[in-house]
Nanobody
Framework: QVRLVESGGGLVQAGGSLRLSCAGS????????LCWYRQAPGKERELVAL?????YYGDSAQGRFTISRDNAKNTLYLQMNSLKPEDTAMYYC????????WGQGTQVTVSS
């Protein structure tokens, strides 16, 4: 059984940083494309960053967020710097191409 568990969310002031983690079990990270998505209330789910053959960042993440993975620990990370209030959302990790397995999400709230 595949399980993805996100952590690291919280409340932070604008300009601050957070590091999200996604721990996987029942899945081999090395063999999978891994992504971070986010969804704000009333908005569609948005791809934030992808780690696969290479890395990809959505426009909102470019230059501020960094996706990385530790395959030995089966853990995916998202380092988020220079956070803005518009980054407030539930953040999800996903595995597979197309994304097949999803975590339950971790809430990020950025205050102005």
């Amino acid at each position: 059984q595949v399980r993805l568990v996100e952590s690291g969310g919280g409340l932070v002031q604008a300009g601050g940083s957070l590091r999200l983690s996604c721990a996987g079990s029942g899945i081999i990270f090395t063999s999978n494309r891994l992504c971070w998505y986010r969804q704000a209330p009333g908005k569609e789910r948005e791809l934030v960053a992808l780690s696969g053959e290479g890395t990809y960042y959505g426009d909102s993440a470019q230059g501020r967020f960094t996706i990385s993975r530790d395959n030995a620990k089966n853990t995916l990370y998202l380092q988020m710097n220079s956070l803005k209030p518009e980054d407030t959302a539930m953040y999800y990790c996903a595995a597979g191409s197309p994304p097949t397995y999803w975590g339950q999400g971790t809430q990020v709230t950025v205050s102005s």
